[in-house]
């Protein structure tokens, strides 16, 4: 299969996809600055990336690309991450020394999130084997048709600045930043309503 097909997944894959992400993530410095221990990170990941997520495989907005080279989670207008279980995740994991920092950045983060109706990105990721084959793109392009068939917005945040371009040659724009000082950056980023 075309590694670049991007197809619903289903609830019987979650796990997979799952999978896909804890692979996408290993060296994303938001997600180890939060689990820096490989074996916290590899315990923790998973549970962190679902609760994040994982309510887009209830609305059907859950894609794979090819056989699980990428994924995405979108929630759909009026969906959220479930955020008490995200807390709970990383108070459980979390090193006291920097848990202020890491709930501060959480709290930074919803205030950028938009209030009017859009869909949300809150994770997407490519199996670093298969990078640079235009996966991540074929992926964006895939759910933005839905986005803009809705002349909704999208949002996002960017927990990689090497990222940024490919955001914005879909459309998005930077809102600003969240982190910094110790906390790796984030960057917010919107795709205005088409």
Request: proline share 9%; glycine share 8%; net charge negative.
């Amino acid at each position: 299969m075309d590694s670049a097909v991007v197809r619903e997944a289903s609830s019987d894959e979650l796990e997979r996809v799952i999978a896909v992400e804890v692979l996408a993530f290993a060296a994303d410095p938001p997600m180890r600055f939060l689990f820096p221990d490989p074996q916290a990170y590899l315990e923790h990941f998973p549970a962190f990336a679902e609760a994040f997520g994982g309510a887009a495989f209830e609305h059907g907005t859950a894609h794979v690309a090819g056989e699980f080279s990428g994924a995405a989670m979108w929630l759909p207008p009026g969906v959220h991450a479930d955020n008490e279980r995200i807390g709970a995740v990383v108070a459980e994991a979390l090193d006291p020394d920097i848990a202020g920092d890491a709930f501060s950045v959480l709290k930074g983060m919803e205030d950028y999130h938009i209030e009017e109706p859009h869909w949300y990105l809150p994770m997407i990721g490519v199996d670093p084997a298969q990078q640079g084959r235009g996966i991540g793109s074929a992926l964006l392009r895939h759910a933005l048709a839905k986005c803009d068939e809705d002349h909704l917005p999208a949002y996002l945040e960017s927990s990689r600045p090497e990222n940024i371009p490919l955001y914005e040659r879909h459309g998005f724009r930077v809102l600003g930043q969240v982190g910094g000082d110790s906390f790796p950056v984030i960057t917010p980023m919107l795709r205005p309503a088409r």
